[in-house]
């Protein structure tokens, strides 16, 4: 595995400038109200061990997509008292992220406290990776830590550029994040499984591409199974299907085979004739789809023999629910396998690695989530990673 800069590579902190790139895009309610805290939360071992050894920490961070003009609602500035109450140190807020009166407060703030800076977006240079931009957020600063995985697919001023001009490492939450993904896909113990889910195979190409290429069992779920089913000849009726990739899904299908990797299809489908919580439905064989049904779940037989394979790996990899876990009863098989990965990871097992805002919402769900190995809460940039991708965030702190 590549070997990445951490903190300890950046000498003694005492007295340095250390900018910190969080990842506070949180979710929030219409009164700004942040509704998940996870991502602060992640970042607070970070802040704290530089605020341990004296250093002042300057956070940096994107909130949405403001494309390079001053937007108020995106300000960064509700963040701070929640960042302050995380990590227990002072913490002061400022309306920009360059500039000399940023330096003139970083130079009188005391070592061991932390100033967050105003969103790295309202300027145009960030998403333009312009180095000019990345040189002014530098200045500011004597050393960078990048701490937001989920951002790392970004080519961003705040991500990349940046550590052309300090001395960089990964933070905590990024190094460990690092090392699960490479103890999953990089260098796994075999055989590895891979659950795909999610509504269509056209957002998870490349995903399916290289996964065939790097897994043993390649587990098919959500509507997505459906688009393959179909290639096959089976009548999906009026289920969810890209019949239009049809030739694309027998691709991947000769891919596997020729890979070597066993690609594992539902054999029973749970069938309603509307989405609606609690909808009349049955299980049927895939011969026995009607004209007016629609797919909604993968089959309690199919599930359970999910489990088996599950129990005959070592490594998994999951990513998109596999039937429509929103609504009653069509989570059943999302919450079978799932306790499955669950029972067999919380035993040590089966390494279990899970991404995508769906994903951990479906794990909350079947009340699993504690017992994954790593669960990473960055959307893009995970599914990035299960594409193959290089991350333009990570790879600038390789050694
Ligand atoms: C996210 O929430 O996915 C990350 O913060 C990245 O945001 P972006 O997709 O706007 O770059
Ligand atoms: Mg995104």
């Keep these: 595995m590549a070997t990445f800069k951490n903190i300890s590579d950046l000498g003694a902190l005492e007295g340095k400038r250390v900018l910190v790139r969080a990842d506070l895009n949180v979710p929030m309610n219409d009164d700004r109200e942040i509704t998940d805290d996870t991502r602060i939360q992640s970042v607070t071992p970070t802040i704290k061990a530089l605020t ?45 992220c360059v500039g000399e009166a940023v ?24 998403e333009k990776n312009d180095a000019d931009f990345a040189a002014a957020l530098a200045a500011n600063g004597d050393a960078y830590v990048n701490d937001a995985f989920s951002c790392c697919h970004r080519a961003h001023a705040s991500t990349e550029g940046i550590t052309n001009h300090l001395p960089s490492a990964a933070g905590l939450a990024l190094e460990a994040e690092l090392v699960a993904l490479e103890n999953a896909l990089g260098a796994p113990e075999r055989p590895v499984a891979a659950v ?52 694309t899904a ?11 990797c066993t690609l594992h299809l539902p054999t029973d489908v749970v069938l309603a004739k509307e989405f609606a919580a609690g909808a009349d439905n049955r ?19 199919s599930a359970g023999a999910l489990g088996d394979v599950l129990a005959d790996s070592k490594t998994l990899i999951w990513n998109g629910p596999m039937g429509a876990f929103e609504i009653a009863p069509f989570d059943a098989a999302t919450v079978t396998v799932a306790k499955a990965a669950g029972e067999l990871s919380a035993s ?8 995508g805002g769906d994903t951990v919402a479906a794990l909350n769900h079947a009340g699993v989530a504690d017992q994954f190995t790593h669960i990473s809460t960055a959307g893009g940039a995970f599914l990035e990673w299960m594409e193959g991708k290089v991350l333009p965030g990570v790879a600038a702190l390789e050694k």
């Design 283 to 301: 299980t049927t064989g895939l011969d026995d789809v009607g004209a007016d049904e629609m797919i909604l779940d993968v089959g309690a037989a």
């Design 52 to 96: 341990d050894q004296g250093a002042k920490v300057l956070v940096l961070s994107h909130f949405g997509r403001p494309k390079g003009q001053v937007v108020p609602e995106m300000s960064l500035e509700p963040l701070a008292q929640p960042l302050a109450n995380a990590t227990g140190c002072v913490t002061l807020f400022i309306n920009d």
């Design 103 to 126: 330096g003139e407060t970083v130079d009188a703030m005391e070592n061991g406290t932390v100033i967050l800076l105003e969103n790295v977006r309202f300027h145009p240079g960030e």
């Design 348 to 355: 040590g097992k089966l390494l279990t690695v899970a991404g």
């Design 250 to 260: 027998r691709d991947i299908l000769a891919k596997a085979e020729s890979a070597g």
């Design 196 to 247: 795909v889910g999610g509504a269509k195979v056209s957002t998870k190409l490349d995903v399916l591409t290289n996964l065939v290429e790097k897994v043993d069992h390649l587990i098919i779920g959500g509507g997505m199974a459906n688009t393959f089913l179909a290639a096959q000849g089976v009548d999906v009726g009026k289920s969810l299907c890209e019949h239009d990739l049809a030739d």
